[in-house]
């Protein structure tokens, strides 16, 4: 039997739907072949950059060495994480893209928090880490990784990564929005100088990383 065929108002409402879902999926499309930032517009404030002139687009613009070098793990979480933006990388502006690079020393660990605009999907490129994230019913996913895995964080959930080799770790790092954002626990759960606090909370996190599960509920670490 043939199925009766949809109204007008039922495909508006879906187009609607499927509209608005595409639009809260992912940064605004491009609408041009490359939109480099011009970063002489200082005064310009839009949802995203200005493009520069298409005469004055170069090859440079689509090229960064801002994650070749190792960042300062000289702190309590022996940790660093160099986020790369549009503001900082040109030619990712309307792209939809963000790059890191995070260094961590034995032990080291970059804290949970959260991108509110965007998954993350993560490159080890040397050592041995585990990365996990928690859900919104306080599930955490933790998984040991290795030189070549890759592992990937939900958008807006909190995640996490260790160092768990004896030596050095180097993961590099993609996300889907060219501001993604970053909501960190330490941050706004702690004054800046707790230091004993937030070194609780690391060896807590560190202890529960290690357990042999790869998920476990009802998670808590204050």
């Known amino acids: 039997m043939n199925s009766p065929p949809l109204s007008l108002g039922t495909f508006l409402i879906a187009c609607f739907v499927v509209c608005h879902y595409q639009c809260q999926a992912a940064d605004t499309d491009n609408l041009h072949d490359t939109c480099p930032t ?3 517009q200082k005064t310009v404030f839009i949802n995203g950059f200005p493009c520069k002139n298409p005469g004055s687009v170069s090859a440079s613009d689509f ?3 801002l994650l070749n070098e190792k960042g300062d793990t000289d702190d309590i979480f022996r940790s660093s994480t160099t986020l790369v933006t549009a503001a900082e990388y040109p030619g990712l502006n309307t792209l939809s893209l963000s790059v890191a690079r ?4 034995v032990d080291g660990l970059v804290m949970p928090h959260a991108h509110p605009r965007a998954s993350e999907m993560l490159f080890v490129s040397t050592g041995v880490v585990i990365a996990g994230f928690f859900d919104t019913n306080n599930v955490m996913f933790r998984k ?5 895995d890759v ?3 939900p958008r807006g959930l909190l995640h996490y990564c260790l160092n768990n080799g004896f030596e050095d770790a180097t993961v590099f790092s ?3 929005s060219q501001n993604p954002g970053v909501a960190s626990i ?3 759960a702690f004054a800046p100088h707790d230091a004993e606090s937030m ?3 690391k060896q807590r996190l560190i202890s529960v990383s290690r357990l042999d599960h790869e998920r476990l509920e009802n998670t808590t670490f204050f």
């Not at 995070?102 to 020393?105: R, S």
């Not at 040991?144 to 070549?148: F, I, K, N, Q, S």
């Open 38 to 40: 011009d970063t002489a």
């Open 63 to 65: 090229k960064s060495s």
């Open 102 to 105: 995070t260094d961590l020393e």
């Open 144 to 148: 040991v990784l290795r030189e070549g």
């Open 151 to 153: 592992f990937v964080f």
């Open 174 to 176: 993609v996300l889907n």
């Open 186 to 188: 330490p941050g706004a």
């Open 199 to 201: 070194k609780k909370l």
